[in-house]
């Protein structure tokens, strides 16, 4: 799987059964884990696993940074909807799973 290190490496970025790009702006635009987020998190879980990366917008296989300005309020949104039984049935990341890449 191909790890981002800088904007070049965006070219690189194909989406797959194992690597997806959300925007995550959110209706206010500082960030949100988006609604398609969540069949994306069970596809993933019930396969090999797989990348999930938020602030990346795809059209057209044309990969864009867009960004998540508001990190730690997706953060904890995604963790306390991970850790909602009403929400989904098993976590399976933890903190170190989720991280903040600056490019």
């Known amino acids: 799987m191909t790890k ?3 904007l070049e490496d965006l070219g690189l970025l194909r989406e797959s059964l194992e690597l997806e790009c959300k925007a995550a702006q959110g209706a206010s635009g500082q960030g949100e884990v988006p609604k ?3 069949p994306t998190y069970s596809a993933m879980a019930n396969a ?9 917008q795809e059209k057209s296989g044309v990969f864009s940074v867009l960004g998540v300005k508001d ?12 850790n ?3 929400k989904v049935s098993v976590n399976l ?8 890449v600056i490019l």
């Open 71 to 82: 990190i730690n309020k997706v953060r904890s949104d995604l963790f306390n909807n991970l």
């Open 36 to 38: 398609d987020f969540w």
């Open 48 to 56: 090999h696993g797989g990348l999930v990366i938020l602030g990346i």
């Open 84 to 86: 909602n039984a009403g």
């Open 4 to 6: 981002l290190t800088s």
């Open 93 to 100: 990341l933890n903190d170190i799973d989720v991280q903040e």
